[in-house]
């Protein structure tokens, strides 16, 4: 099937360790703001966004045999395996025309974390961790008015438990790498989107001193 995006780049520039694709992980917990600021991140500095869940639901969308096997395992209440994941994240990188990445909301557990490493053999340049309390991202997710049918209260509270169980791992993981940028995601949009910058534009000064 399709080649990794290590081998499609191999082939197209003969060098891999010149243009392996940047990546960074986008992780915060429901209701930190992160997708805005992923959209904003696009805008200022070229990098193509990419959702594991959007990514997930549009497989599912398309009617393919893949996306009937997904559909199904999420009826049943069971997780998709992160090689289907990674396999749609890659094809979505090889497709995009880009080298440089946010992956937004993955991996979400350790398990992830090890597979993306170990069938991309793409580490993330870094992680960017939108950090907020409890009680601000459930007022934030009480407030939006999206017609999500998961914004209730019970709902919301089991999603931030889930992802404090599952992500925070993850987190801590590559922050015993020293990979790890935290955000104080309580603050304004246009605050938070001030500390990105700063942390995006001090890695391009980095690069460009290399």
Do not use: W
């Amino acid at each position: 099937m399709g080649t990794s995006v290590d081998a499609a780049i191999k082939e197209e520039n003969g060098n891999v360790a010149e243009k392996k694709p940047i990546v960074v992980f986008v992780l915060g917990g429901p209701g930190s703001g992160k997708g805005t600021q992923c959209a904003n991140i696009v805008q200022h500095f070229g990098y193509t966004h990419l959702s594991a869940g959007d990514l997930l639901r549009a497989e599912i969308k398309s009617g393919s045999e893949n996306g009937t096997m997904i559909q199904e395992m999420i009826k049943e209440g069971k997780i998709v395996p992160s090689e289907v994941t990674i396999k749609l994240l890659q094809k979505a990188m090889q497709e995009s025309g880009n080298d440089k990445f946010l992956i937004d909301g993955f991996p979400r557990n350790e398990e992830n974390r090890a597979a993306f490493e170990s069938i991309t053999k793409i580490e993330p340049e870094f992680v960017l961790f939108f950090d907020c309390s409890e009680e601000e991202m459930e007022r934030r997710l009480l407030n939006r008015n999206q017609g999500r049918v998961d914004d209730n209260i019970e709902t919301i509270r089991k999603r931030f438990k889930v992802f404090l169980e599952s992500s925070i791992p993850v987190v801590e993981y590559y922050d015993s790498k020293g990979k790890v940028r935290k955000i104080d995601a309580a603050k304004s949009v246009e605050e938070v989107f001030e500390a990105v910058k700063a942390i995006f534009t001090q890695k391009y000064e980095k690069a460009a001193a290399v």
